[in-house]
């Protein structure tokens, strides 16, 4: 729940378009990286789902210092 929060706070269409140009940047330091290209084109056909680990890595983050 409290990353739904975190997500639901910081989410706008802006945000949104910035992570997955950010995801899609990735691509090219993934090749070679199995697991890695694959999680990665998880997150980018998923737009939610790539969101709430945004928040996930961001509420770790806060809670981390």
Known sequence: RPVSVVAEELDS???REALHRAL???RECADGLPRVSAA???????DDLAWHWTA??????????
């Open 13 to 15: 269409v802006e945000r």
């Open 24 to 26: 899609h940047g990735l």
């Open 40 to 46: 990665l084109e998880l997150l980018l056909s998923d």
């Open 56 to 65: 996930c890595a961001l509420l770790a983050e806060e809670l981390a210092d």
